[in-house]
């Protein structure tokens, strides 16, 4: 009995060791690509620790993303930051200053989740155009701000559900109105919220590929954009485009690294009561 | 100091009226307790004096403005809530300070009012502490320490002392009613628990099924109800109501409860034979020393179903002539099941009830 239940845990480890090491193979090429010399990169030998190691394929690589980057930072960080208070507030009218047909109005928000965003491409490149605001950061911070407040909305209208309505009531009798409510109370409590909340909007924003090659001309390219230029010229030197995601990748990873116990419990709370 | 008057209110939900034209006038400085079961309307009605439900019809005046379509922040009313609602990342200093603060008084004269709020509270200590690392009695303080730094016009509790175990909520009812000796405010309270209704009201008002049944003083409600339910919503254990008979014979009426016969003392209106409910409160029931008091004739056999005793007092559930009642009675009464015991009945204090309309006849 002790001997089988035994060998049943060594199994499972073994799969789960295996399908770990499946994953984390693109990882290890990507790393051990990105520290050869291009000289050493060729398809026999892909597999193999580099001969010597070339830390300047990060610094190439950074100096020709660098523009990208900088989109990128302008882009995330401003839609991020609008997409996540917008729904905070919207959250805090759905959940706490309901109206006639404020039900209907969310469940419609909602419907903007399940639009996959490839299906509204064309639309909203004649809407951005029609707008003048196509090629540049501002119409791609629009795109992203709008299509995020579904999902940031329904993430703060969850989380205000769990803020007793006789707060709400305390507060109006204390004489506080909508927005001194919002700012003394509602907003201090909601912290978590907003990280949990920018975490998600910041790591799509940050990936998002087809609406940055889409929407915006070569001066406002985000990094993905700028990632599959590297790659995609004559006689690649493969070093540059794997430590060039590696750049790509970091800030989510140490977004996640520090933050990701706040993602985790907020994406929990409310499903056990204090 | 503030009188407040309701005329005729009504409450709707969508289509179903919770309170039926609601007429109640508070003296100023008045004690009001809204007492009655769970979905009486009680609650509701406390929440359209604050402001938090509309009201559907009828007025309600605060010193005889008419508050209809006044903010609750502007009608100078503070409550206090079953939950208390205190905000969670407020000190307490801040939790007591913000209704000060949303007013704009400046900070030296927040500071003044803080501190006696929290002297009379007995807070002083705790200023600095967050709510989650107070005690329930501690938040409930600091609850009430919101309402009264702001020397509101009108109290309002709704179930402020359900959320504490009973010993803390006999010390805070205590509490409650010195508070109110001393700031004399208009104060309406709203409880399911009668013994806080009895011990802290001027006056109750009890309400069923969002009607008025009755409006008075404690001692009034308890011994002159108005219907059955009123009879026996107040008072603990609740009054036995039995079905009986009344009987006129050479111009003197006695009652029948199954073959049980009493003499009635002071009759009410009614023909030979009527078919009455009788009621009995627990506490007239007497046994030993309390039996010296009562005539002959209001003495009974009566066979011990089972016996509580509780400290002081003891409880016995009895039949006698068939009918099954509970006594409270004085001292220490242990008897033992099958037990043959005298009773006394103060036969001055009996209630009747129409059987079908269930109003009390006197």
């Known amino acids: ?140 911070i629009l795109a992203h701000v709008v299509y995020g407040l579904p999902i940031t909305t329904l993430i703060f209208r969850n989380f205000y559900a769990q803020i007793p309505d006789a707060l709400m009531e305390s507060a109006s009798l204390d004489g506080a109105g909508f927005f001194r409510t919002y700012t003394r109370i509602i907003f201090p409590l909601s912290i978590p919220g907003f990280v949990v909340t920018s975490l998600w909007q910041f790591t799509q924003i940050w990936n998002e590929f087809l609406w940055g090659i889409c929407l915006t001309r070569h001066t406002s390219y985000p990094i993905t954009v700028g990632l599959a230029q590297l790659a995609g010229g004559q006689a690649v030197s493969w070093n540059l485009p794997m430590a060039g995601s590696i750049l790509a990748a970091l800030p989510v990873l140490l977004i996640y690294i520090v933050l990701g116990r706040y993602f985790i419990r907020g994406l929990l709370a409310g499903s056990v009561k204090e | 100091m503030a009188q407040v008057e309701l005329k005729k209110v009504i409450k709707r939900f969508g289509s179903t009226e919770v309170v039926h034209g609601v007429d109640l006038f508070i003296e100023d400085d008045e004690f009001i307790v809204l007492v009655g079961p769970s979905g009486c309307g009680k609650s509701t009605v406390l929440r359209m004096i604050a402001g938090l439900e509309s009201i559907s019809s009828g007025e309600i005046c605060i010193n005889g403005q008419s508050v209809n379509e006044v903010a609750p922040k502007d009608r100078n009313v503070a409550m206090v809530f079953q939950n208390y609602a205190l905000y969670p990342h407020m000190s307490v200093y801040e939790n007591i300070a913000f209704s000060l603060k949303m007013a704009k008084e400046s900070k030296s004269q927040i500071k003044d009012k803080v501190q006696q709020a929290a002297e009379i509270l007995e807070l002083t200590p705790y200023l600095q502490r967050k709510p989650a690392e107070l005690s329930g009695g501690q938040r409930q303080r600091v609850a009430m320490g919101r309402a009264i730094v702001r020397q509101p016009a009108v109290f309002l509790f709704d179930e402020p002392l359900s959320n504490l175990d009973a010993q803390l909520r006999t010390q805070m009812r205590m509490e409650l009613k010195k508070l109110h000796l001393k700031m004399k405010t208009t104060t309406i309270y709203v409880t399911h628990d009668q013994i806080e209704a009895m011990t802290l009201a001027d006056r109750i008002v009890i309400l069923k099924d969002g009607y008025i049944q009755q409006i008075g003083s404690p001692i009034e409600l308890f011994e002159r109800p108005v219907n059955r339910f009123v009879a026996r919503f107040i008072g603990n254990p609740p009054t036995n109501i039995i079905p009986a008979s009344l009987h006129k014979h050479d111009g003197r009426t006695s009652v029948r409860m199954g073959t049980l016969s009493l003499p009635v003392v002071s009759p009410p209106a009614g023909a030979d034979s009527q078919q009455v409910l009788v009621g009995i409160r627990p506490d007239i029931i007497k046994t030993g020393d309390g039996l010296h008091s009562l005539p002959d004739e209001w003495q009974v056999q009566a066979e011990v179903i089972v016996s509580e005793v509780l400290g002081g007092q003891s409880l016995l559930e009895f039949s006698a002539g068939g009918t099954t009642m ?37």
Not at chain 2, 341 to 349: A, E, K, Q
């Open chain 1, 1 to 140: 009995m002790r001997l089988r239940l035994s060998f049943t845990t060594v199994a499972l480890y073994g799969v789960l060791a295996l399908l770990a090491l499946g994953y984390l193979l693109p990882a290890y090429l990507t790393i051990i690509t990105a520290l050869k010399l291009p000289a050493d990169i060729s398809l026999p030998q892909s597999w193999q620790l580099p001969p010597t190691l070339n830390y300047a394929s990060f610094t190439d690589a950074f100096t020709l993303l660098r523009p990208n980057i900088v989109n990128s930072v302008i882009l995330t960080v401003s839609a991020t930051l609008l997409s996540t208070v917008l729904g905070s507030l919207n959250g805090y009218v759905f959940s706490k200053w309901k109206f006639p047909g404020s039900e209907l109005i969310f469940t419609l928000f909602l419907f903007g989740m399940f639009i996959p965003y490839q299906v509204i491409l064309i639309p909203l490149f004649q809407t951005l155009r029609a707008m003048n605001l196509y090629g540049g950061l501002p119409g791609l």
């Open chain 2, 326 to 362: 509970i006594a409270e009675l004085e001292g220490r009464v242990q008897a033992r099941p099958g037990e043959m015991i005298t009773l006394g009945f103060d036969l001055s204090r009996l209630l009747f009830f129409d059987p079908r309309t269930e109003e009390a006849i006197y």
